[in-house]
């Protein structure tokens, strides 16, 4: 059975890091190493052989440090020779809802050219972009970093917050210095890093639903934004991964863990 990689970066404590730890196991039945990017003040460790926790190194400057922190746990798989076919890519607030999620991505993977599967972003909704639509910005940095010119800037991104990224694709970044750069500088959100880079090593992107209006089952995904997320025990069981369940009006995270903590004890017996 291929085994498949999960990267996860966290500053939540102990409690919500294995609560998180547990639902990936639970939800995910093929062989799978998780890296967790402890990016906080407490130390924590696990007795399962297959759970890493690593330090981020954390030298860019950005306005989005997660999807960064994120690169340098796949950049630790790869220095590593952890196998995997594709890595799953999560925030500690995207929680794993029902079974089978790496099987949509397994098939979408069959495609060799597909490099990234993710939420496609609104760049109007989210104000993170509000100064970050120059092309040629965008095309000053991607020089400094890859030496290419003239790229074309795509107008549309890939939410960061849950996605999937291709073992070709990760360990092309790797070997063109991209996830571990020495540079200290990229302004923009991690999304445009992400979806800039996937695309200019040729590439492609695979967009499943768009935030906030067109989200398709398995993924419900969606920004801290004006728009809330959904309670997720009021959407339909198809979803079988929601973020943020840190963000739900008038709904604690602590309950939402709860829930779900005993729907997956109930579906062990």
């Known amino acids: 059975m291929d085994e498949i990689l999960c990267v996860m970066v966290t500053c939540s404590n102990e409690y919500i890091v294995q609560d998180q730890i547990e639902s990936i196991l639970w939800g995910i039945k093929h062989p799978i190493n998780?890296?967790?990017?402890?990016?906080?003040n407490k130390n924590f460790s696990f007795k399962d052989k297959n759970i890493y926790v690593i330090k981020?190194?954390?030298k860019i400057h950005h306005a989005s440090k997660v999807g960064f922190k994120a690169?340098?746990?796949?950049?630790?798989?790869?220095?590593?020779?952890?196998?995997?076919?594709?890595a799953m890519i999560m925030d500690d607030d995207a929680l794993i809802l029902g079974k089978g999620l790496e099987n949509f991505a397994f098939d979408i993977f069959k495609n060799k050219k597909i490099g990234m599967i993710a939420v496609k972003d609104d760049i109007k909704a989210n104000s993170a972009y509000s100064n970050a639509n120059k092309i040629e910005n965008y095309n000053k940095f991607v020089y400094e970093w890859t030496g290419k010119k003239?790229?074309?800037?795509?107008?549309?991104?890939?939410?960061y917050a849950v996605?999937?990224?291709?073992y070709e694709l990760i360990k092309t970044l790797y070997q063109n210095g991209i996830l571990e750069s020495e540079k200290e500088i990229w302004p923009y959100p991690c999304e445009t890093f992400q979806t800039i880079f996937t695309k200019i090593f040729g590439f492609k992107i695979h967009y499943h639903g768009q935030y906030p209006n067109d989200l398709l089952p398995p993924l419900y995904v969606m920004h801290h934004g004006s728009v809330r997320p959904e309670d997720p025990r009021k959407i339909s069981n198809k979803f079988l991964v929601h973020h943020s369940?840190?963000?739900i009006k008038n709904v604690k995270e602590s309950l939402i863990r709860s829930y779900y903590k005993k729907i997956r004890k109930l579906k062990h017996l």
């Open 150 to 159: 003239n790229f074309e800037i795509p107008n549309e991104f890939a939410f």
């Open 56 to 58: 981020p190194k954390g």
């Open 34 to 40: 998780i890296i967790v990017v402890n990016d906080g």
């Open 245 to 247: 369940i840190r963000q």
């Open 163 to 166: 996605n999937f990224q291709s």
């Open 71 to 86: 690169n340098e746990g796949l950049a630790w798989a790869i220095k590593n020779e952890l196998p995997f076919k594709f």
